[in-house]
C-alpha cells in the first residue's frame, strides 16, 4: 500500500528558532498534501492544503508566516514553524493523496517540543 | 459548515459485545464518510469508506442521509479492537480535505 514518512519523527527545540519537518510520499505521487496538528488526546485539526507547485491553502486561524508550507514535487512537501514558540508544541501529521478521488494516506506523525 | 460529531470520549465494552460508535455529520450536500482508526503507536490508517460498503475487520458502518449519522458497529468486540476511531468527511468526489471528528477511545476488556 502507499506510504507516506514523516522526518524527523521527534524534535526538540529552543524558543525562537526554526523547525522544519518532511514529509514524502515513497511509493506514489502525491497531487495533494495535507499537513494536520494534533494535540493531546485531541482530534486532527487541519492547517492547510498542498498542491505541487502552488501555494499552499491555510485554514482559518492558521499564520502563514509562522507555518511556511513548501510542496516542491509530487513526493516532498515540508512544513517549516518559525520562531518557535512554546504553544506551537504538538504532534504535526502530514498526508497525502494522488488525486481527489483517492484515499488520503497518512505520515507517522513529527512531535515538536519547544523549550 | 461541515462539522463530525462523536458524542462519546471512551466506550468501554466487554470481549464478545457488540460495539457501536456514533458518529453524526452536518454537510450542505452528499459528503463521502470515512472511519479512521489509530492503534496504540501506530499511524492513523482508513478502516472504513461509505462508498466502499465494506466489512473490515468486522466492523460495518451505514450511512443514514434522513439522520445525518454514520455509527461505526461491530457485533462481537476484541481486544485487538482497542483503538481510537476517527469519522471523518470530505466533500463528493473528494474535493475538499478530510475533516475530523474528535475520536472516541474504544477500549476491549478482556
Known amino acids: 500500500g502507499a506510504v507516506v514518512s514523516q522526518h524527523p519523527s521527534w524534535v526538540i527545540c529552543k524558543s525562537g528558532t526554526s523547525v522544519k519537518i518532511e514529509c514524502r510520499s515513497l511509493?506514489?505521487?502525491?497531487?495533494?498534501m495535507f499537513w494536520y496538528r494534533q494535540f493531546p488526546k485531541q482530534s486532527l485539526m487541519l492547517m492547510a492544503t498542498s498542491n505541487e507547485g502552488s501555494k499552499a491553502t491555510y485554514e482559518q486561524g492558521v499564520e502563514k508566516d509562522k507555518f511556511l508550507i513548501n510542496h516542491a514535487s509530487l513526493t516532498l512537501s515540508t512544513l517549516t514553524v518559525t520562531s518557535a514558540h512554546p504553544e506551537d508544541s504538538s504532534f504535526y501529521i502530514c498526508?497525502?493523496?494522488?488525486?481527489?478521488?483517492?484515499?488520503?494516506?497518512f505520515g507517522p506523525g513529527t512531535r515538536l517540543t519547544v523549550t | 459548515a461541515q462539522r463530525v460529531t462523536q458524542p462519546e470520549k471512551l466506550l468501554s465494552v466487554f470481549k464478545g459485545a457488540p460495539v457501536e460508535l456514533k458518529c453524526n455529520y452536518s454537510?450542505?450536500?452528499?459528503?463521502?464518510l470515512f472511519w479512521y482508526v489509530q492503534y496504540s503507536r501506530q499511524r492513523l490508517q482508513l478502516l472504513l469508506r461509505?462508498?466502499s460498503r465494506e466489512s473490515i475487520k468486522g466492523f460495518t458502518a451505514d450511512l443514514n442521509k434522513g439522520e445525518t449519522s454514520f455509527h461505526l458497529k461491530k457485533p462481537f468486540a476484541q481486544e485487538e479492537d482497542s483503538a481510537m476511531y476517527y469519522c471523518?468527511?470530505?466533500?463528493?468526489?473528494?474535493?475538499?480535505?478530510?475533516?475530523f471528528g474528535k475520536g472516541t477511545r474504544l477500549s476491549v476488556i478482556a
Open positions: 471523518a468527511l470530505r466533500g463528493p468526489s473528494g474535493n475538499t480535505p478530510l475533516v
Open positions: 454537510y450542505s450536500g452528499s459528503p463521502e
Open positions: 498526508s497525502a493523496r494522488v488525486s481527489s478521488y483517492y484515499e488520503q494516506y
Open positions: 461509505h462508498i
Open positions: 511509493d506514489f505521487q502525491a497531487t495533494t
